[in-house]
């Protein structure tokens, strides 16, 4: 992990942000299977594979110079946890999504935290229910739900504070290590 903050070549005036489980190459490429093996329809926009996470919290856009604050602001310790993936659905607004068989109570416990470190920061926690999943794709309500496909078993021992810039992608700004 850089301790040092980012650099941008351009600073715009606010930022589009989200805290996620950010995977490593061996879970993001089961993530990817996944996604393959469902049969999408017409219009389905399949979630790219270098996107593939799961979101912890959504900030949404945040002015720039809150940026230093926030990247030392959401170092939370954290115990280690697996989380186990293989249950595909799609929501009545036509998400589809990958989501674990069970919540494990280190994520929920994880996800507390960082909503109170939100608080803390004087941003606004989401107050809907939270659902962990991972997004296979958007406009999918018709999609054909895959059988099987493989377990996963991802590690969780980090998550990441990233930046979501439309037409260029996701730029993780900094991650966060269990127990840090």
Known sequence: MDDMAPSFPSSPSSLRLFLALWPDDAVRAQLR??????????????????????TLHFLGSVPSDRLPDLLDGFALPFAPFELQLGRPEVWHNGIAVLAPHAVPQALLDLHAG??????????????????PHVTMARRAREAILPQDGPEIAWRAERYALVESRPGVGYTVLREYPAGA
């Open 114 to 131: 960082l909503s109170q470190s939100l608080q803390d920061l004087g941003l606004q926690a989401e107050e809907r229910a939270y659902r």
């Open 33 to 54: 299977a996944w996604r393959d093996l469902w049969t999408w329809p017409r219009g389905a926009a399949p979630v790219d594979t270098a996107k593939l996470h799961l």
